[in-house]
Nanobody, 125 residues
């Protein structure tokens, strides 16, 4: 398994940018699909973005496509989510997660094996 810790959350205004980072440990990181999920109060955890093991293939939820960008650095064992043009509806706890496949096989949270504790993002209007 992979151990994950997120950082970079905070309080921003609508239209601002924020960069989330996920530090990973564990020898399976470089062969895992890495993803970001988010969960707002009262709602289910939802898929945001993912990147294949090499970082070449990326996947996005329609709600963030064109505004968010996911990337990874396998040399540093990190995954980054650059969030631009933030909206109040982006407010949520954001989680980093790992799926034990080289490419994304499912956007369901149950398909991801390892999770970080989460980082809070609040976007004020």
């Amino acid at each position: 398994q992979v151990q994950l810790v997120e950082s970079g959350g905070g309080l921003v205004q609508a239209g601002d940018s924020l960069r989330l980072s996920c530090a990973a440990s564990g020898r399976t990181f470089t062969s895992a699909t890495m993803g970001w999920f988010r969960q707002a109060p009262g709602l289910e955890r939802e898929f945001v973005a993912a990147t294949s093991w090499s970082g070449i293939t990326t996947y996005y939820a329609d709600s963030v496509k064109g505004r968010f960008a996911i990337s990874r650095d396998n040399a540093k064992n990190t995954v980054t989510l650059q969030m631009n043009s933030l909206k109040p509806e982006d407010t949520a706890v954001y989680y980093c997660a790992a799926q034990s496949t080289k490419f994304l096989t499912s956007r369901e949270s149950a398909a991801f094996d390892s999770w970080g504790p989460g980082t809070q993002v609040i976007v004020s209007s």
